[in-house]
């Protein structure tokens, strides 16, 4: 392969990237979509889709295995390399978060929710931002940028602690609500994790382009 050619995979590997990370945040808003208009076929789409993104990191897997491999890559290529394999990772791990709402919706089903979704949305449009940030910070190989969306954990993370506090009072005062209360409370989970993903690799970013590699939001 000659270096215009590697040049090109590379631009490849980080156009995919943004494309994965454009569907994990797309099943992420999706997922909650359905939650909020009690939509079970709309979760069912969201898992069946789950597979579509999985061979999408899968592929891009093998692309960067095969130029780890085959062209024996030096410094700021070889970070690169190792960081959009790493990233892919953590956007499967994102699109699994959108599955496991998901399948919370579909437990859920049609039964009445044990309170308004207030602080759930919020959070996903929190996730929304970040996932705006972190793409292009990707796109622009841009240090500040992926900062700025690690730092929005923060407000998803508190956002999920008033989550967990206003459902452990409703299970406490009618022991009945537990059920469907943890439901809500597994959601909330999945988004405070989708948010870490985030993260991480806005983390991969900074490692990229700096070769400085830390954690963020710590």
Do not use: W
């Not at 208009?37 to 889709?49: G, W």
Request: glycine share 4%.
């Amino acid at each position: 392969m000659t270096r215009e050619a590697f040049e090109r995979e590379l631009h490849r590997l980080k156009d995919d990237v943004v494309q994965m990370g454009e569907r994990a945040g797309e099943a992420i808003h999706r997922a909650v979509e359905a939650l909020r208009t009690r939509d079970v076929a709309a979760a069912e789409q969201v898992i069946a889709e789950d597979d579509a993104i999985d061979a999408l990191h899968m592929d891009l897997e093998q692309r960067c295995m095969r130029l780890l491999a085959t062209q024996q890559p030096m410094a700021g290529d070889l970070r690169t390399i190792a960081s959009v394999f790493a990233i892919t990772i953590d956007l499967e791990r994102m699109a699994d978060h959108a599955e496991g709402i998901s399948r919370a919706v579909k437990r859920l089903g049609t039964e009445p929710l044990v309170k308004p979704l207030v602080d759930i949305p919020k959070m996903e449009a929190q996730i929304q931002e970040m996932v705006r940030d972190m793409l292009d910070a990707v796109r622009a190989q841009d240090p500040r940028l992926a900062r700025q969306a690690a730092a929005k954990d923060d407000v998803v993370d508190e956002l999920r602690n008033r989550v967990l506090h206003d459902l452990l009072g409703i299970m406490i005062k009618d022991p009945q609500t537990i059920p469907r209360a943890l439901e809500l409370l597994i959601v909330a989970r999945h988004l405070e994790r989708a948010a870490d993903h985030i993260t991480n690799v806005c983390e991969r970013v900074v490692y990229m382009v700096t070769g400085e590699l830390r954690e963020l939001n710590v």
